[in-house]
């Protein structure tokens, strides 16, 4: 049986990878995080999966804010899984967290949410990194170091959403009593994170294998320190 998944991520980002020519980035045809999406959502065509994101030829950018986040949260609660599509510019750094999508995506698919006699529990999710440009992965895994595409080195911002990185690392430690009874978690060193985040590269070798490894986190869900506030 399969899942109902809500893929998470930044259409327009082409500071990614190339996908269909990978030896002239420099053309015109660079690829967007869309395309790693397509590309996603042609594999769960051939599966019992059930994709619940937007689709290509589904343009909502015509309808108001308000109209297109309750059209997000219909799909959102109707899924048990969602997948963010973590990219270098995932996150414009000068807008608010608050007035972006994706913060208000993971935060609707961490939350409960009851209509009338029936309740959508947290989802599971999981994040995949995409390959920048250079097919690094080093803006996700060294946010404060790395190195841009066009040269410039990142100002010390994470480039990922902090609802995002707030529940990874979040296992509380039930080793100690003292620390888990008065709220303080501690990272483990298996299953450290709600959210676990693998590289493109492994994820399309194998996606059910990390999507049935975010399920099994769902399956536990109180052994993390859940999240579920976005930053201003």
Request: hydrophobic share 30%.
């Amino acid at each position: 049986m399969g899942y109902k998944i809500f893929v998470s991520y930044k259409y327009h980002d082409d500071s990614v990878y190339p996908l269909s020519n990978p030896l002239n980035w420099y053309s015109s045809t660079r690829s967007t995080v869309r395309d790693y999406v397509d590309r996603l959502e042609s594999y769960f065509d051939y599966t019992s999966n059930i994709y619940k994101g937007e689709s290509d030829n589904e343009d909502l950018s015509y309808l108001p804010d308000d109209v297109i986040w309750e059209k997000l949260k219909d799909r959102i609660y109707d899924s048990s899984v969602t997948i963010v599509m973590i990219s270098p510019n995932m996150k414009e750094p000068y807008r608010s967290e608050r007035s972006q999508w994706i913060p208000w995506e993971v935060a609707y698919s961490l939350r409960e949410t009851t209509r009338g006699d029936r309740t959508s529990y947290s989802n599971a999710i999981l994040a995949v990194i995409i390959p920048d440009i250079n097919h690094q992965y080093n803006y996700f895994t060294e946010p404060f170091s790395y190195q841009r595409a066009d040269g410039q080195w990142c100002n010390g911002e994470d480039p990922v959403f902090s609802i995002i990185r707030e529940n990874m690392n979040n296992r509380w430690d039930f080793n100690n009593p003292f620390l888990s009874d008065h709220g303080i978690y501690m990272p483990s060193t298996n299953d450290e994170s709600y959210i676990p985040s693998v590289t493109w590269d492994d994820f399309i070798r194998q996606p059910m294998r990390y999507i049935d490894c975010a399920v099994r986190r769902k399956e536990n869900i109180a052994n993390y320190r859940i999240t579920t506030e976005i930053n201003n």
